[in-house]
């Protein structure tokens, strides 16, 4: 890895940082209608405790399914066209409530109430930013829930990974996520912190320009994880608005300081290379074990593992099939 590019991390997310900061301060908080338990028509859901502003009521109740083009915003011309012509599918309250309501979106261990999701409206793009009066939020992507499962709130691996390269959660590759979520599962397995650094090791990142949304590139060395899908489609418009409630600053801020880029940046980071000569000696105990591990390992399956009540005997089971259909054994 390049360190003078760390250092232009460094720069950009203190720029990032100083502007959420004043502004965090100098605005009041919501003052939106209040929301609602979102249930499913079955059943409580894992995913029961997010609450659902509604937003625009007359919005809803207008019945009114045709939009105009509105005007894009200004101050962000240095987006690619392909991003800006996406506006998103959640401009109901009821559609993001049924999509809440039928799939799992926070951690089980979390006391309900840190965020609430928000529909958007018909002018939204998932590259805008924070604008006067509206309370903290970022957006997601509804296939980072169901496709390769993220959960709410992020965890300091996971935004980590998002401050080092200098990108909003949607700013980065769907598969981009999946190579993400399937070291940290593998790591957990095996009862290792996973490192952003390390983790880094095997990627870089060459952002676009104009920008848009940055894929990880597997090193020379060979890819860790296949892709979740050669061709990723429709997820584009699938965003949505989460809104950080109070309780929830202490999972997504450091005193005032965002834990990670909540919105996108003009400057995401050329990321290069994270050299072994810098790494812990913790990170250099996960890497001899990944290293052993064959290349290419399948990131659907190993995803799909998540959801089963027994996936660490599942995924362990795995690795040990693995291991031996590899060309290097872990015995040896």
């Known amino acids: 890895m390049s360190f003078s590019s760390l250092s232009s991390t460094s720069r950009s997310f203190s720029t990032y940082q100083s502007s959420s900061t004043s502004r965090s301060s100098s605005t009041s908080k919501s003052s939106s209608m209040p929301g ?22 007359a919005e809803e109740s207008s019945g009114d399914t045709t939009f105009s083009d509105p005007p894009f915003r200004s101050g962000y ?31 089980p261990e979390v006391e309900s109430g840190f965020v609430s999701m928000e529909k958007c409206s018909a002018s939204d793009r998932v590259c805008y930013g924070w604008e006067e009066g509206e309370s903290d939020f970022f957006f997601m992507y509804s296939a980072f829930f169901t ?76 890819a860790l994880f296949s892709p979740y899908t050669v061709s990723y489609k429709r997820f584009k418009t ?34 290069l290379y994270w050299p072994r000569s810098s790494m812990t000696d913790e990170d250099q105990i996960i890497f001899n074990l990944f290293d052993r591990l064959p290349r290419r390992l399948p990131t659907r399956k190993i995803l799909k593992l998540y959801l089963c009540s027994q996936r660490w005997v599942d995924l362990s089971g795995m690795c040990v099939l693995m291991f031996s259909y590899g060309s290097r054994s872990i015995l040896t």
């Open 36 to 57: 609602e338990l979102v249930s499913s028509p079955k059943d409580s859901p894992p995913s029961g405790v997010l609450v659902v502003r509604n937003t625009d009521v």
């Open 77 to 107: 011309d240095w987006v690619s066209d392909l991003v800006l012509q996406q506006s998103s599918k959640y401009r109901w309250s009821s559609s993001l409530e049924y999509f809440v309501a039928s799939v799992p979106m926070v951690v």
């Open 147 to 222: 496709d390769v499962h993220v959960r709410l709130p992020l965890d300091e691996f996971t935004m980590g990974v998002l401050r080092i390269l200098n990108v909003a959660p949607t700013q980065l590759h769907p598969n981009s996520w999946g190579y993400l979520q399937c070291f940290r599962l593998l790591c957990e397995m095996f009862g290792l912190v996973p490192s952003p650094q390390l983790f880094l090791h095997y990627y870089s990142a060459r952002p676009s320009n104009p920008v848009r949304w940055v894929s990880l590139v597997s090193q020379s060395g060979g």
């Open 238 to 271: 699938g965003f949505f608005r989460v809104a950080i409630e109070p309780a929830g600053r202490q999972y997504f801020y450091y005193g005032d300081i965002p834990k990670f880029p909540f919105h996108w940046t003009p400057n995401p980071v050329h990321y």
